[in-house]
């Protein structure tokens, strides 16, 4: 098993860190399908559309981190639009599975909102591994169809972009990066257990406070994610 306390930050990494958080983070837009979403789930009878306003052709992460303070307080109506948009996010225009998932939360609506709800309040105490278990318990899903990649962005979304935010967002392409260009060999492709992706949010966690140091700011975990992802 690699030792992830021997990995180091690519110097292609740091460079990209002199950019703005504001752009590079916040301002990281997906162009989305939101007339698909808002019939798909207007079929399900499930409320939470629009998942855009009209003439809105994508999100952004900033548009996502303004809806998750208290939100695990909220309605249901608010969860599952904050869902929606979560999902809508991270697929762009790839659909594939999302009605799936649609019809997982309308086939047991209270169990899929209850998990969402203490998802959302779990992932902002710093217990990465335990706020994965909510929605992966025992390595399965909680919500059908809601695998590892979407859990982790769920739980990486309910910060609501706080520099602090312990979870971060671990899918099949920063896996790659990590294994090809930062060493981490033993990491697999998908389907991780808790007790890895608490390791993967540590090690961000110590590459962002050697950042900081070397740079003279706070720099976020999700900083170092987004450029693991593709720059």
């Not at 899903?141 to 590892?148: E, I, Q, R, S, T």
Request: hydrophobic content about 45%; aromatic content about 8%; overall charge positive.
């Amino acid at each position: 098993m690699t030792s992830i306390s021997l990995l180091e930050l690519p110097t292609a990494c740091r460079a990209a860190l002199a950019g703005h958080r504001s752009e590079r983070v916040h301002g990281h837009t997906v162009p989305i399908a939101a007339a698909w979403w808002n019939a798909e789930t207007a079929a399900a009878r499930l409320p939470g559309a629009p998942v855009a306003e009209p003439g809105v052709a994508g999100l952004s992460r900033g548009d996502l981190f303004v809806e998750a303070p208290g939100l695990d307080a909220g309605s249901d109506e608010e969860l599952l639009r904050f869902l929606w948009r979560v999902l809508a996010w991270g697929s762009g225009m790839k659909l594939r599975l999302n009605r799936a998932r649609i019809q997982a939360v309308a086939a047991d609506r209270a169990s899929a909102v209850a998990a969402l709800r203490e998802a959302l309040r779990v992932a902002r105490e710093d217990d990465p591994a335990r706020a994965y278990e909510v929605l992966r318990p025992r390595g399965r899903n909680a919500v059908a169809y809601l695998g590892p990649a979407f859990s982790t962005k769920v739980l990486y979304f309910a910060g609501g972009g706080e520099l602090g935010h312990p979870c971060v967002i671990l899918d099949s392409r920063v896996a790659v990066t990590l294994r090809n260009t930062c060493g981490w060999r033993s990491l697999g492709v998908g389907g991780w257990p808790a007790g890895t992706y608490a390791r993967y949010c540590a090690l961000l966690g110590r590459w962002a406070r050697e950042e900081s140091g070397r740079l003279g700011r706070d720099v976020g975990r999700d900083e170092i994610e987004r450029w693991l992802f593709g720059g």
